[in-house]
């Protein structure tokens, strides 16, 4: 008798378990909503010290993000919910702090008040109706596909972002389709808005493009088209081609190369960025970037006044690295190199500590601590 309420309770038991796995299980696929974000913090000295406490040199434009030397900042705070299903993705991805201002800058003005503005806070909104496995329609404001970066900190290797990614757009309002051309290419084209703004500032939409495909087994290579007329009582065309690539050379060490070439008004302007990275252990890792870029037509807003047609350029040098401390909190500690071209006499491109701009170069040290979920 023991051995059969033994036997009984023994099945039951494992009849209670199976059948809690399968409810987990099934809770797992049936539920899809994700939530997730990050937050960083820097703090970076810079070694010309200038007066001011400022990166950004006569243009105001020599740095994206990270402006302010020789005091801790708070970088970008990100909450992000995203739901997915067989048929539709959608998202809604909302940023606080100094970062996210600066990157939704074309977002200021409120229609109610004039001073603020909810629209800061979102840094993307978009719903995606996948009405196949070869074609997607997306809607909303999606962030660009021009670059090789992007405005969140733990996905970029380097903290501290390039002049192509500052002098290029962030997001885009608008209509975009992906149609799969093959297993390893897809190409997408869509209207928008204009450049960084959720409302046009004319009655002309503009246009994007991207093709990509993966020539081997761990290369990406992404050809991107943007064409915008930005004129509000006259034409200013705007247009960017852009190339990204990234070749997983081994599991430890990977090439990256961005380069891109803009014009507006007839004027001109462009780059490169080259990237390394190296894997020395699962919790430390490597990584330089090297950038020229050229804006010697003065179209965009890395200038000298000093120099013809307000024009410069700049060759740059990060070094990075990325330190994991846990599975959800990284260390980049990082140093950068900025070399402009030579302005006039007593306007060179940085300040000093006397509050003279007598440089054409400035070198910043520190690091960013992310936490991300």
Known sequence: MRKLIFTVLSLFSIATTQAQ?????????????????YIDTYFFGNLNNPKSR??????????IFDQKPGQF??????????????KVDAVID?????????GNYGN???????????????????????????????????????????IDAPVNFNYSLSNLFGNGPFYHTGLKATVATSAKSSLTFGVVNGIDTKDDNNDKLGFMGQFYVSPAEG??????????????????????????????????????????YGSQDKKTWGGAALYAQLAFTDKFALGGRYEYFDNTSGVRGLINPSRPNGGTTTNSFTLTGNVTISDNLLFKPEFRFDSFAKGAAGMEQFEDSKGEFTKSSQSTIGGALIFKF
């Open 94 to 102: 909302l940023v606080f702090g100094n970062h996210a201002d600066l």
């Open 21 to 37: 796995e399968s409810t987990t299980t099934t809770e797992e696929k049936a539920n899809p909503l994700t939530f997730s974000g």
């Open 73 to 86: 900042q708070l970088g970008l705070a990100q909450t992000k919910l995203s739901y997915s299903t067989d």
């Open 219 to 260: 290369w990406n290579l992404y050809v991107n088209w943007l064409g915008s007329d930005e004129g509000v009582d006259e034409k200013s065309f705007y247009s960017i081609f852009d190339l990204t690539t990234s070749y997983q050379i081994t599991d430890k060490f990977l090439l990256g190369l961005n380069a891109a």
């Open 54 to 63: 400022s990166n950004l040199g006569v243009s105001g434009f020599e740095r």
């Open 108 to 150: 200021i003005i409120s229609p109610v008040s004039g001073a603020t503005s909810t629209a800061l806070a979102i840094k993307q909104a978009y719903i995606t109706w996948k009405a196949s496995d070869k074609f997607s329609i997306t809607a909303g404001q999606f962030g660009t596909h021009i670059g090789y970066e992007v």
